[in-house]
């Protein structure tokens, strides 16, 4: 068969006439049997085995990931992400390649050399597979090279200067291997660098200052290595760098006054390095600047004034540095910040009130400074603040009683200062706090307010080390989510309150209390026989008090289990009732019920609806605000059964306006929305009824399907699937409805993968905004929440549309929402938007099942990825449109 080709080649070169007579001659018995390269194409998929190639033989040119030219060579060879493994030499042969994409595979072994006489290679992507040792001269060869990408392997030695001859090189990343030596001095000739990216590797030396001064590098992400010697002023001479990482190296010296010249500059990250002097004035040139982060360094000198220019800053960290002066009331002005930390510095002065004024604020780290004003009253009038950071100050005076309108904060630290005064109740008010709650090593005096007992959410509480007093109060016990307790070093009496938390706890976390008793520490409350000496000088009224409430917890408790045994017996007896005549008589008390749609008025029983419930087995999945059990009616109809979660006296007492809502969704007839059939209350729970989808959610079929992979909806599937679900949103926006909880999970898809958004009466009958219900938490589900829901507590029409945001996301990464690989605090918006400062492409975030099956679906799915980024933008502002997504979704399919 290879003579075959020989002896074509051979003919071409014979003149045209007859090469034309060849070719008629020819087409029946040459043109099925071989082609250039077939050969190659066959040995390639015989030693890898990529799953799918070789079904239509000879037809390699329309196996997946293969792009030939109009001679059916190949020229893009993209088998990234397909858990391949394997030797790779054999694709060297393939002369014609321009791109060739190995990334995301188990690849090991040394990299091929011989890749090097790949010519016309443009894009030659490696990274994030096991491939050892060190990079191969030979890509000095490689003369049209204009994206090289070889992170994530297990590669040594240094980067070799044979590659100072890829003149063409716009993207250069080596990040993640442990490569040594310096970054050679040429990578700054390269005219056309754009990127370069060598993060998290052993690389040592100097960064050369020739880097930047010639090319038009965008973004220089350096961090994790051991670089010394000085940031070179030579990087911001051209001013185009948009990102610069350099943190976590030994880098000395000061940061280049140069730096302002770079007005495009988004990013600054220096941290943990040892850099000295202060910041430029220049820094407040740089308009573009949103993130600046110089942490644990040994600069100095005063906050500079000029960053109150920078308009855009949302990130400020310069904590662990040896800054002195006031925080400059100008940064005030800085109405984007969102992070302010400057912890672990020698600033003083009053915490600066201009800026708590700011309306994004989000944290506020002063902690472990010199601060010695007080704590200003007017606190949270209008910012945000999460964090409120001021432990290990100088502030003086009390705690005041307007904390209670920071009802934001998740996090409270303000130990070790010199306040004093009491506690106020009003900290009760702060029903988000979770994180911690840290008054210790203060003067406070008086009672611990028992309005503490409201902060259920909060898991470390610590008054250590104040002079509070009285008995620590029982309504403590309302604090569910406590882990930590410290109220050791006070002057608390009276019995530890009978709390698992408290009772958990170390000793050490009651100890200091002289008249403090009860488990955990080992003195006893009414039994003085076995105690220290210290007991001797309890006064007998509180030994009496001690033994009273011992007598009231006994008879109290006495009373519950009583009550206990008797509800047991009652629902014991019923139970029989239900064995002995099965499910007949024993119907529960249904107080309403109806059905909206006609044509299910005959199928559909109350009783069976609601005895459906009751099995553990019918239960298909629970959501934030209900619980869906699946019904199967004595008529054969199968119904979803919604039965709403802790819902309100409220929604029971306003009967008769639900009814009116559900039976005015109930006529929202639209074919992408689960309308209501219609609903049941029994007792004090409310049902409400739904046409059975027999493909499940969403959710289900993105990320519980990975066992079957043939299963795996494609492309298309998701894209008609992205956009039924906009079009039932904005049916729901175009008729006033918000939706409350927009999830994968509340997406089913019916018989024909057609999407219904469900849960939409939930916005209608727990509408938080109407006060028809209570709702402390904000509304959704983790991940698809719209960051300024937790300042604005507001469900809104943008809100929705960032939920949506996220949905698409979903759909073409196959992410979860929130996933741990995203690392601390980040979720699979933000994962997707630092993309570009990991010096990852677009390609790498989508799922490259899909986005590498046709160049058709992956240009529809980078179209569809930038409606996502859209929909997720930050500022509600900035999204879309509902109605305007649809149209952009459209376009996409129709490209
Ligand atoms: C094989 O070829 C047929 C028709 O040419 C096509 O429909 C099919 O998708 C191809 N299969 C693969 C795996 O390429
Ligand atoms: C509270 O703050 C003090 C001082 O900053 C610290 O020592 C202590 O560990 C903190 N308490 C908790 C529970 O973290």
Known sequence: MCSFQRENTKFVKIPRFFFSILLIVGFLTIVRSELPDQTTMFAINEEIGVPGWGVNSSDYCNWRGIVCSSNQTVEVLDLSSRWLRGNVTLISDLKALKWLDLSNNYFSGPIPTVFGSLAELEFLDLSTNKFVGSIPIEFGKLQNLKALNLSYNILVGGIPDELAALVELQDFQVSGNKLNGSIPKWVGNLTNLRVFAAYENDLGGEIPDSLGSVSELKLLNLHSNSLDGSIPEGLFAKGKLEFLVLTQNRLTGTIPELIGSCDNLSSIRVGNNNLIGSIPKSVGNITSLTYFEANNN??????????????????????????????????????????LIVSENSLFGDIPESILRNRNLNKLD???????GTIPADLCNTSRLQFLLLSQNSMRGEIPHEIGNCVKLLDLQLATNYLTGTIPPDIGRLKNLQISLNLSFNHLHGPLPPELGKLDKLVSLDVSNNRLSGAIPSALKGMLSLIEVNFSNNLFTGPIPAFVPFQKSLNSSFSGNKALCGQPLSSSCDNGDDQDNYTHKISYRIVLAVIGSGLAVFISVAVVVLLFMMREKQENSAKDIGIVDDSATSKPLITAGNIFVENFRQAIDFDAVVKATFKDTN????GTFSTVYKATMPSGIILLVRSLKSVDKTIIHHQNKMIRELERLGRLNHDHLMRPLGFVIYEDVALLLHEYMSNGTLFQLLHENT???????DWPTRLSIAIGIAEGLAFLHSVAVIHLDISSGNILLDANMSPRVAEIEISKLLDPSRGTA?????????????????????????????????????????????????????????????????????????????????????????????????????TPAKRPKMKKVIEMLQEVKEK
């Open 707 to 713: 066992k079957k992979p043939e299963y795996e909806p």
């Open 366 to 372: 002063l902690s472990n400074n010199k601060f010695n």
């Open 298 to 339: 040994n600069l100095s000198g005063e906050i500079v004034v000029e960053f109150a220019r920078c308009s855009n800053l949302t990130l400020l960290n310069l904590a662990s540095n040896g800054f002195t002066g006031i925080i400059p009331p100008e940064l005030g002005q800085l109405s984007n910040l969102q992070e």
């Open 774 to 874: 209570s709702i402390s938490a904000v509304a959704g589900s983790f991940g698809y929440i719209p960051p300024e829901y937790a300042y604005t507590m507001q469900v809104t029409a943008p809100g929705n549309v960032y939920s949506y945001g996220v949905i698409l996301l979903e759909i073409l990464t196959t992410h979860l929402p929130v996933e741990e690989a995203f690392g601390e605090g980040a979720d699979l918006v933000k994962w997707v938007q630092s993309a570009p400062m990991r010096g990852e492409t677009p390609e790498q975030i989508l799922d490259a099942r899909l986005s590498t099956v046709s160049f058709a679906w992956r240009k529809e799915m980078l179209a569809a990825l930038k409606v996502a980024l859209q929909c997720t933008d930050t």
């Open 619 to 622: 239960k298909l999945s629970s």
